[in-house]
C-alpha cells in the first residue's frame, strides 16, 4: 500500500502561482510512476501531468504544458506541481496518484491515490 497526502491548495487570485505537494508513504517511492489529475465540479477527473520514477520523463496535458511543472525528490518521498499563470479554470480539486508500471495519462493505470487538495483561482 501507498498512502499519499497533498497539501498546498488554497485560494488565489488569477495570474498568480501555487505549489502542490504530494508526500508519499509505504512503499518505496522511487518504485512508482507519479501523476497529477484535476477534477473541476461537474466534470470527469482529468489527467494534469505526470514523472517517470527517476525524473527523466515528464508528461503534461496539453492544457497546461508550459504553464505547470511537475518535479519529485525521492529522498523526501514527495512530487510536486508548481503551477504558474493560473486562470479561473484551473480550479479544482488536485489528486496526486501512484502508478506502479509506466507513465501514462490514463486514470485507471494508477493504483493509489491521495484524498485531494482543493485550488480556486479567482477573477
Known amino acids: 500500500q501507498v498512502q499519499l497526502v497533498e497539501s498546498g491548495g488554497g485560494l488565489v487570485q488569477a495570474g498568480g502561482s501555487l505549489r502542490l505537494s504530494c508526500a508519499a508513504s509505504?512503499?518505496?517511492?522511487?518504485?512508482?510512476?507519479m501523476g497529477w489529475f484535476r477534477q473541476a465540479p461537474g466534470k470527469e477527473r482529468e489527467f494534469v501531468a505526470a514523472i517517470s520514477r527517476y525524473s527523466d520523463r515528464t508528461f503534461y496535458a496539453e492544457s497546461v504544458k508550459g504553464q505547470f511543472t511537475i518535479s519529485r525528490d525521492n529522498a523526501k518521498n514527495t512530487v510536486y506541481l508548481q503551477m504558474n499563470s493560473l486562470r479561473p479554470e484551473d480550479t479544482a480539486v488536485y489528486y496526486c496518484?501512484?502508478?506502479?508500471?509506466?507513465?501514462?495519462?490514463?486514470?485507471?493505470?494508477?493504483?493509489?491515490w491521495g484524498q485531494g487538495t482543493q485550488v480556486t483561482v479567482s477573477s
Open positions: 509505504g512503499r518505496t517511492f522511487s518504485n512508482y510512476v
Open positions: 496518484a501512484a502508478n506502479s508500471f509506466r507513465i501514462s495519462d490514463y486514470r485507471g493505470g494508477y493504483q493509489y
